[in-house]
């Protein structure tokens, strides 16, 4: 046992259904952790007792936060951070394509996954659904880079067969038998899991789609993520690939791909009818704001698919997401709020970030809060660790005011050590 003293916050609710009692937070706070779960977790005066012999790591002056979700997120875009100038089809054509055609090279796959894994970390993310290249073996490599550090990773190889330059499609046939052959070797090895990944629908087939469908309905465990309504050419394009589907999201619900494991990214361009239908198949939303402003997608609705009851998760979408950082997505998904006339509260904030998170992806019974019982992945938050946050932190009238600060001013700097299952994985310096 490992006791672990700190101010400790973390969301046990939904802040937008259950006002003001979704959060916990104990100034002076106790984390007991046990075999790399949570043994206990609240205020030092009540719990100190229970330590018994167990060492206490004195932390005070730092925040307990549990360990944050990414819920999209491209493993073979690291390098493409950055591209200047375009939007979406032509960024990928032009910077992201080339870029992934290099993971054919199992040794770029493995040290891209190394780097990859240890950069979530750093930035205080334990839990992240990742989209591979097409290459199975850049799945296999991320799978061992996660395994090592037992963290809970959630990806798939890229269904592409079509539209995208030779080298970096597949065909129905030869998908079928990479996903199959990573189902058997890695979903549920360690803390990892599968998920079918059909690129967007402009590059799958309406066979590669069927097929997708049939691996799901045949593996009821294994996830789906792929894109949504993201740019306007590229829904222009998709209806007039799929001149029979009634929007977007039908495209995917046809093959059978839209259920309570799927995971769809930006949504930006959604009518309300979509988002609907999404709530009542139980399928999320992966927010990507930094991805959605620099590729110039569009201003995400986070209100109105809340109010449609669809569960949201925060996604990095590394590489047309600028930033690992969970922390600096939620300051500029604010940002995306104002420009909408929403002003993302902090709490929901940290809700996305954490347990609305783990919700999106099914997993709240394992993670997303630091309640007992739950896998011990959680962060030690230094709130002083740039110049502007030693001088503005303490200066915080609330708690709400302190979080707010913390996602408009922190980032990976703010994240000073990472535990996975208990373990610890990352400290800084
Ligand atoms: N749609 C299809 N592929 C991609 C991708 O790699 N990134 C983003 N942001 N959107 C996509
Ligand atoms: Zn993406």
Redesign the pocket.
């Known amino acids: 046992m490992q006791a672990y003293r700190a101010s400790i916050f973390h969301l046990e609710d939904d802040p937008a259904i259950t006002d003001g009692e979704a959060h916990a937070f104990h100034e002076d706070g106790l984390l007991l952790v046990e075999d790399g779960r949570i043994l206990a977790c609240g205020a030092w005066d009540k719990l100190h007792d229970e330590i018994g012999a167990a060492p206490v790591e004195d932390l005070r002056g730092k925040l307990i936060v549990p360990g944050f979700v990414d819920t999209h997120i491209?493993f073979p875009?690291v390098d493409v951070i950055a591209a200047h100038g375009e939007q979406?089809l032509d960024?990928?054509e032009r910077h992201?394509f080339p870029a992934?055609a290099a993971f054919a090279d199992q040794g770029h796959a493995e040290e891209t996954a190394e780097f990859f894994v240890e950069e979530l970390l750093r930035n205080g993310t334990t839990s992240a659904l990742v989209?591979g290249s097409v290459h199975k073996a850049s799945v296999e490599a991320l799978f061992a880079s996660a395994l090592r550090r037992d963290m809970r990773v959630i990806a798939g190889k890229?269904l592409m067969d079509r539209n995208a330059p030779p080298g970096l499609t597949d065909t129905v046939e030869s998908s079928r038998a990479d996903m199959e052959s990573l189902i058997a070797d890695w979903h549920g090895k360690g803390r990892l899991g599968y998920a079918v990944t059909p690129?967007?629908a402009?590059?799958c087939s309406d066979a590669q789609l069927e097929m997708a469908g049939q691996v799901l309905a045949e593996h009821p465990t294994v996830w789906m993520q792929t894109?949504l309504s993201?740019?306007l050419r590229?829904i222009a394009d998709t209806a007039r690939l799929f001149p029979e589907a009634r929007d977007y999201l039908d495209v995917y619900a046809r093959f059978g791909l839209v259920g309570k494991r799927s995971v769809f990214?930006?949504c930006v361009h959604l009518g309300a009818d979509a988002f609907d239908r999404l709530a009542q198949a139980g399928s999320a939303i992966a927010f990507?704001p930094t991805?959605n402003l620099f590729?110039g997608?569009g201003l995400f609705p986070l209100e109105t698919a809340c109010r449609h009851g669809v569960k949201v998760g925060m996604g990095t979408?590394v590489?047309?997401?600028t930033t690992f950082s969970i922390l600096h997505t939620l300051g500029e998904a604010y940002k995306v709020g104002q420009m909408r006339g929403e002003a993302l509260d902090p709490f929901q904030a940290f809700y996305l970030a954490t347990l609305g998170g783990a919700r999106a992806l099914g997993l709240e019974g394992e993670i997303g809060s630091l309640e007992r019982g739950k896998i011990a992945d959680f962060l030690v938050l230094d709130l002083a660790a740039t110049p502007l946050l030693a001088r503005r932190l303490p200066q915080a009238r609330s708690l709400e005011d302190r979080l707010f600060a913390l996602t408009i001013l922190g980032d990976d700097r703010v994240v000073e050590r990472t535990y996975v299952a208990g373990m610890e994985r990352y400290r800084r310096g």
Request: with cysteine; proline share 0%.
């Open positions: 491209h875009q979406l960024w990928l992201t992934e989209f890229s690129r967007f402009i590059s894109h993201e740019n590229e990214a930006h990507c991805s590729l997608s979408d590489g047309a997401g």
